[in-house]
């Protein structure tokens, strides 16, 4: 339950996040900050920032640039750090993700994913681009993983920032409760919400999740009279069908919050972040999606709604 706090308590409220990223042209509108959530409720297959799924720290190595200097097996007292026929190992079973060879190392082929910080910690950093923000219309965007996996903490930055008079977007996927959702958006401009996969088996199968709780968390929005953009990424071989294309512009024309509908083309740079991290990419397709491919896609959705239509 979310919990109405005074300013000074606002201000200490922590969470976890694993970047912050200033000049973002993508994560809304004008130039924006952007914060990035750690974890998420959903495992995409294709994820391109399997970095920001685990709630929990990780530790990333980098191997391309790792030069076997083995200074990480100097300070890390777990014994973590391998180096088996000339390849850097880490026995993840072993590794307390303390940050110490992240430190040490000189070609920073080690990095510890995510940070505890509070909202006084970070409003200083938000606040910093104030003159760009108003000139470009932008602002602060909380993404992730999925701010409303963190409630508190993402209500405690809108509330910061609306006090300081900035915009506000949140980046979602939309798997959340009704209450976290109700709370907080009073404070969010705009929505940047998240719409993978029409059929709810294979949502399932490739998230994790059922679509239902998702679908009717962005009805409610936009009766809420909320701002929306529909963020559709494009995977080959999963949501490519016109059902789908049939289905999001279905959604745009019957909820009246949906400004906007983003079409983003599957990228396949997650896959080496998963390897960074230990883990196995659960979607291997390694080609980029072409932009004519996906210009036609928009050509087709085009013209059965007149919502408009943006490709990343």
């Not at 970095?51 to 973590?80: F, P, W």
């Not at 409303?148 to 996927?173: D, M, N, V, W």
Request: hydrophobic share 35%.
């Amino acid at each position: 339950m979310l919990i109405e706090k005074g300013k000074a308590v606002q201000d200490t409220v922590k969470g976890k996040i694993f970047n912050i990223q200033h000049f973002c042209v993508d994560d809304g509108p004008g130039i924006r900050t952007t914060v990035f959530f750690k974890g998420c409720p959903l495992r995409c297959a294709w994820c391109h920032n399997p970095e920001s799924q685990a709630y929990e720290y990780e530790l990333m190595l980098r191997g391309d640039k790792c030069r076997e200097c083995m200074l990480c097996t100097r300070v890390c007292e777990s014994g973590a750090h391998e180096f088996i026929d000339g390849k850097h190992v880490i026995n993840r079973s072993l590794c307390k993700v303390c940050g110490k060879c992240t430190e040490i190392c000189p070609y920073k082929a080690l990095d510890k994913i995510g940070r505890e910080v509070s909202v006084e910690d970070i409003m200083p950093e938000l606040t910093l681009e104030n003159v760009f923000y108003k000139r470009s219309g932008g602002g602060v965007t909380l993404s992730g993983g999925e701010p409303l996996a963190q409630p508190e903490f993402a209500l405690a930055i809108l509330r910061a920032c609306k006090e300081a008079s900035l915009h506000t977007c949140i980046e979602t996927c939309g798997f959340s409760s009704k209450d976290i959702l109700t709370r907080i958006a009073p404070y969010v401009d705009l929505f940047l919400f998240d719409y993978k996969l029409t059929d709810d088996k294979l949502h399932k199968v490739y998230t994790g999740a059922s679509n239902k709780v998702i679908l009717e968390n962005l009805s409610m929005l936009s009766r809420m009279g909320k701002s929306i953009v529909l963020r559709c990424p494009i995977i080959p071989n999963v949501n490519t069908n016109e059902e789908h294309y049939r289905a999001i512009a279905r959604l745009a024309d019957e909820l009246d919050g949906i400004k906007e509908i983003n079409l983003e083309a599957y990228h396949p740079l997650g896959i080496n972040k998963a390897k960074f991290l230990g883990r196995e990419s659960l979607y291997n397709n390694e080609e980029f999606l072409g932009k004519n491919e996906v210009n036609n896609i928009k050509e087709y959705i085009s013209g059965l709604t007149s919502v408009d239509i943006r490709v990343m």
